[in-house]
């Protein structure tokens, strides 16, 4: 988390992507600010500061998910979404809910393990080099040394019975075809290179929970057993320096520290965002799913009270991970949760429908606005759209007043609104001659009519 960024600053970023629900951006840019000025304290009293976890209450397609997402790639954090009405289901047998903080931690190895490997990028880029300049022009000696004379003669390899001339020659054409390499000259040409043959498909028979539980990993543990196999692959040599860039960081990169890193991440700047909160809402019915909803409640409990949980790269403490929970309540209220679970979600914000000038914003300023994806997608055809301001007023308009008559799906009624009036263009592109479109609000009109118009009146039916 760096020191510049304000709450308002992070306010601003989310303002990129997210249109209205300024009291939900301000709860969690508190939240992640407040993260930064935990660390910055000295005493004990750190660990006794533990993260304001926060209820969003809102209909769907409002911006729940995407603030909570989008907040988690600003603080560079490891993220995951759960929906806790997976653990309700009939017949449950698969993972337990502590599989959210595995889920986690596995984002955080992820994360880890990329920055490590562009810490090494160049030193592995190098080598997969040299292993090219070695496949196309090897050095004598190098594949016909005998591997027994390795381990048992005193000899050590040398180039002493290669004719100096020829040798002083060899390097110079090595030197010459490295730098061709480099250059991307030799990039078409292609070459058979040797790679370590990944074979996962051999241990999915301990993927079971139980295992999961106990931290082992199966994998690691027979992978020191037996040899990595290799396998022979022809391509190019734009391609091999790929391969073998990946193939040689991940022999630099001490997987050890990334684990503990990782883990460190994890409980300090984890985010896990629990949605559908709302349908395991209900407490004390005595029999049927209620039952069932409430055992969930209890089992998420005591991971966002603070529990350590097992994993297979080790313990993983709870207890300053940030919660965001989010449901719309339209039945439930967050009063029916229990009452323990109550308490550790103590910043409650509103969310709110989404209004005509808001699907106008929508469509216009975030900067993966949907208007800018279809101009993007179709530009590749050769044919630029253009839409004038009273089309996009207009579909605005179409996109709130489906949602008034039909259900509230927020701002996903965008996207159903946006394909129905671009089919037609999307369809004929390739074949049109025009280099430009304009979408006017007569085009709109004609395209979304029907939209409007056909209702389902199957349930006016008696």
Not at 333 to 352: A, C, M, T
Not at 356 to 371: C, D, G, M, S, V
Not at 439 to 456: C, G, H, M, S
């Amino acid at each position: 988390m760096k020191e510049e960024l304000t709450p308002r600053q992070i306010v601003k970023k989310l303002d990129k992507y997210i249109v209205g629900q300024e009291e939900a951006k301000k709860a969690v840019a508190i939240a992640l600010r407040n993260r930064y000025r935990r660390k910055k304290i000295i005493s004990d009293l750190q660990e006794e500061v533990i993260p304001k976890n926060i209820l969003m209450i809102g209909p769907t397609g409002v911006g729940k998910t995407e603030i909570a997402r989008r907040l988690a790639r600003i603080a560079s954090a490891p993220f995951i979404k759960v929906e806790v009405t997976k653990f309700t289901e009939v017949g449950y047998v698969g993972r337990d809910v502590e599989s959210m903080v595995r889920d986690l931690v596995e984002t955080a190895i992820r994360m880890v393990k990329s920055e490590k490997m562009k810490d090494v990028e160049h030193k592995a880029r190098d080598l997969a080099i040299d292993r090219i300049v070695d496949i196309i022009l090897p050095l004598p000696g190098k594949k016909r040394r005998n591997p027994f004379e390795v381990l048992f003669s005193d000899r050590e390899e040398n180039l002493d019975d290669v004719d100096s001339d020829n040798y002083t020659s060899l390097k110079e054409r090595r030197k010459r075809l490295r730098k061709r390499i480099v250059n991307g000259q030799l990039d078409d040409q292609v070459i058979e290179i040797t790679v370590e043959s990944q074979n996962p498909q051999m241990f999915e028979v301990f993927s079971g929970a139980g295992v999961e539980e106990m931290g082992i990993n199966f994998q690691d543990m027979f992978g020191n057993i037996f040899p990595a196999q290799k396998k022979k692959r022809k391509v190019s040599v734009k391609e091999a320096k790929e391969i073998l860039k990946q193939e040689e960081a991940q022999k630099l990169i001490d997987m050890d520290e990334v684990s503990l890193e990782a883990i460190k991440k994890v409980e300090n700047d984890g985010i896990i965002f629990l949605d559908e909160i709302d349908k395991i809402a209900g407490r004390e019915s005595g029999k049927g799913p209620e039952v069932s909803r409430e055992g969930v409640q209890r089992d998420i409990l005591p991971i966002v009270e603070g529990s350590t949980v097992m994993t297979k790269y080790g313990a993983v403490k709870t207890d300053h991970i940030l919660f965001i929970a989010a449901g719309a309540f339209h039945v439930s209220k967050p009063s029916d949760l229990i009452p323990e679970l109550q308490g550790r979600f103590p910043i409650r914000v509103e969310l709110k429908s989404l209004s005509r000038e808001h699907f106008k914003q929508i469509l216009l300023q975030p900067k993966n606005a949907l208007t800018k994806q279809y101009e993007a997608l179709i530009e590749t055809e050769g044919i630029k759209i253009k839409f004038t301001d009273e089309a996009i007023e207009e579909i605005a308009d179409f996109a709130y007043r489906v949602n008034e008559q039909t259900e509230n799906i927020g701002a996903r009624r965008l996207h159903t609104i946006m394909e129905k009036l671009l089919e037609d263009v999307s369809f004929n592109a390739p074949d049109m001659d025009v280099e430009e479109v304009t979408i006017d609000v007569d085009y709109v009109r004609n395209q979304l009519a029907d939209v409007v118009q056909d209702k389902d009146l199957s349930k006016y039916i008696l």
